[in-house]
């Protein structure tokens, strides 16, 4: 969401930024409702006045014995109007709201310009793939091997785009998970929070996903809808509030099953376990200063890259272009997974810099010490990281030429110290 102010300003500029996005200028039937609703405010006010004089009116009449039915009949017409006007004045603010809601945010200038994922800037390569005496297989192909990993009985009970794992696999997730968990809070300062998996649609409104992106979420019969990520729940935990700056930054994490319909994935991935309706995540959401949105977004990836670092996989860090960036992001860092079975990166985590986009449309406030006046801080929110995609990560890297796979040191208190995921 906006700032009318800064529309009115910054005409051009906020033109300028959506056209980086390839959306369509907007200054110019925002500022045109914006004026129609100003013209309707204020004559309400003048309105407002006439009436009230119209009232003092009815009562000098009367004090002096005189007939107060006209001064009574024009106070009526006067209340008539003010209604009228009330009336069109809360259409007017609809009307903004939802367009103002489904305009993208503005990039930063630092982001790249460019119209699609193939504009991407790669910033930095960590690790080096691993050679394999053998041609290395795909997740789907270890796991089914394995006899751990089924795709028909979950497309038994809940269609394509689900999966159940067994075993050793099945708690080789659990530990990532846990992994995750205990790494960002014990080492990066991150408060872990269990949160709701369902959650109502003003949530969804705050952090972007409503209105414009409905039919990526999955919603029940009373109006709940299943959250897409931890983002959703971590990020509006002080919706509505004002946050003292004493309390920034406000660091947040959780562990939640993710649900989401996949509408625009047609034919992608349709095999294993890279794009599906149920998957589980670690979040990161951070809330800071305006000033310190930039340094949070380098910490926060940093933590998300220490995960691959401790798992010993190769990945890559690349820069978001204008044409790819999430719509509630100004600036965005991906992180690529290397999977061996695909020949290729892939994306395991998205760490992005909010501004006070966020903020506003939950109202989410702070106090900078000393102030009256409350502004918006900026919010962050990141994948520390997609678990499914790290068992994926770990499988595929890990693999030996007979099906089996090593689990990495890190996992191994949490894997009960075994050393290999063999078929048994």
Same mark, same amino acid.
């Given at each position: 969401?906006?700032?009318?102010?800064?529309?009115?300003?910054?005409? *051009?500029?906020?033109?300028?930024?959506? !056209?980086?996005?390839?959306?369509?200028?907007?200054? !110019?039937?925002?500022?045109?409702?914006?004026?129609?609703?100003?013209?309707?405010?204020?004559?309400?006010?003048?309105?407002?006045?006439?009436?009230?004089?119209?009232?003092?009116?009815?009562?000098?009449?009367?004090?002096?014995?005189?007939?107060?039915?006209?001064?009574?009949?024009?106070?009526?017409?006067? $209340?008539?109007?003010?209604?009228?006007?009330?009336?069109?004045?809360?259409?007017?603010?609809?009307?903004?709201?939802?367009?103002?809601?489904?305009?993208?945010?503005?990039?930063?200038?630092?982001?790249?310009?460019? &119209?699609? #994922?193939?504009?991407?800037?790669?910033?930095?390569? #960590?690790?080096?793939?691993?050679?394999?005496?053998?041609?290395?297989?795909?997740?789907?192909?270890?796991?089914?091997?394995?006899?751990?990993?089924?795709?028909?009985?979950?497309?038994?009970?809940?269609?394509?785009?689900?999966?159940?794992?067994?075993?050793?696999?099945?708690?080789?997730?659990?530990?990532?998970?846990?992994?995750?968990?205990?790494?960002?809070?014990?080492?990066?300062?991150?408060?872990?929070?269990?949160?709701?998996?369902?959650?109502?649609?003003?949530?969804?409104?705050? %952090?972007?996903?409503?209105?414009?992106?409905?039919?990526?979420?999955?919603?029940?019969?009373?109006?709940?809808?299943?959250?897409?990520?931890?983002?959703?729940?971590?990020?509006?935990?002080?919706?509505?509030?004002?946050?003292?700056?004493?309390?920034?930054?406000?660091?947040?994490?959780?562990?939640?099953?993710?649900?989401?319909?996949?509408?625009?994935?047609?034919?992608?991935?349709?095999?294993?376990?890279?794009?599906?309706?149920?998957?589980?995540?670690? *979040?990161?959401?951070?809330?800071?200063?305006?000033?310190?949105?930039?340094?949070?977004?380098?910490?926060?990836?940093?933590?998300?890259?220490?995960?691959?670092?401790?798992?010993?996989?190769?990945?890559?860090?690349?820069?978001?272009?204008?044409?790819?960036?999430?719509?509630?992001?100004?600036? %965005?860092?991906?992180?690529?997974?290397?999977?061996?079975?695909?020949?290729?990166?892939?994306?395991?985590?998205?760490?992005?810099?909010?501004?006070?986009?966020?903020?506003?449309?939950?109202?989410?406030?702070?106090?900078?010490?000393?102030?009256? $006046?409350?502004?918006?801080?900026?919010?962050?929110?990141?994948?520390?990281? !997609?678990?499914?995609?790290?068992?994926?990560?770990?499988? #595929?890297?890990?693999?030996?030429?007979?099906?089996?796979?090593?689990?990495?040191? &890190?996992?191994?208190?949490?894997?009960?110290?075994?050393?290999?995921?063999?078929?048994?």
């Amino acid at each position: 969401m906006f700032d009318l102010n800064f529309i009115r300003e910054n005409a *051009e500029k906020f033109d300028t930024g959506l !056209a980086r996005r390839g959306a369509e200028a907007m200054s !110019a039937a925002i500022l045109k409702l914006d004026a129609e609703r100003r013209d309707v405010q204020t004559r309400m006010q003048d309105v407002q006045a006439a009436r009230n004089a119209a009232s003092k009116e009815i009562g000098a009449a009367k004090s002096r014995g005189e007939d107060a039915a006209d001064a009574i009949a024009a106070v009526g017409e006067l $209340k008539a109007s003010i209604q009228s006007l009330e009336d069109e004045d809360r259409d007017l603010g609809a009307r903004l709201k939802d367009m103002l809601s489904r305009i993208p945010n503005l990039p930063m200038d630092s982001v790249p310009d460019g &119209a699609s #994922e193939d504009e991407n800037v790669e910033l930095r390569i #960590e690790g080096t793939p691993a050679k394999f005496s053998f041609t290395p297989k795909e997740h789907f192909d270890l796991g089914e091997g394995l006899g751990m990993m089924d795709f028909e009985r979950a497309a038994k009970m809940s269609g394509a785009r689900f999966v159940m794992l067994s075993g050793q696999l099945a708690r080789m997730e659990r530990a990532l998970g846990q992994f995750m968990l205990d790494l960002h809070t014990g080492e990066h300062g991150y408060e872990e929070r269990m949160t709701p998996a369902m959650v109502r649609d003003e949530a969804l409104f705050g %952090t972007g996903q409503l209105p414009k992106f409905g039919e990526d979420l999955f919603r029940t019969e009373n109006d709940y809808y299943l959250i897409p990520t931890a983002e959703v729940t971590l990020s509006n935990i002080h919706a509505g509030e004002i946050i003292p700056a004493s309390e920034l930054p406000k660091r947040f994490t959780a562990l939640t099953q993710c649900f989401r319909s996949e509408a625009g994935a047609a034919g992608r991935d349709t095999r294993g376990m890279i794009r599906q309706h149920q998957f589980n995540k670690v *979040e990161l959401v951070s809330v800071v200063a305006p000033e310190d949105g930039e340094s949070e977004l380098e910490r926060m990836t940093g933590a998300a890259e220490k995960v691959l670092k401790r798992l010993g996989l190769p990945y890559r860090v690349v820069a978001l272009c204008t044409g790819d960036i999430g719509f509630g992001a100004r600036k %965005t860092f991906d992180l690529e997974v290397w999977l061996p079975g695909q020949d290729r990166y892939r994306e395991i985590s998205s760490c992005s810099l909010c501004g006070d986009f966020q903020a506003r449309r939950m109202n989410m406030r702070m106090r900078p010490e000393g102030e009256k $006046k409350t502004t918006y801080p900026s919010t962050l929110n990141g994948s520390g990281v !997609a678990v499914g995609r790290a068992l994926v990560a770990v499988m #595929e890297n890990y693999q030996n030429e007979d099906g089996s796979i090593r689990v990495p040191d &890190a996992l191994k208190p949490y894997m009960g110290g075994i050393d290999v995921i063999a078929a048994s």
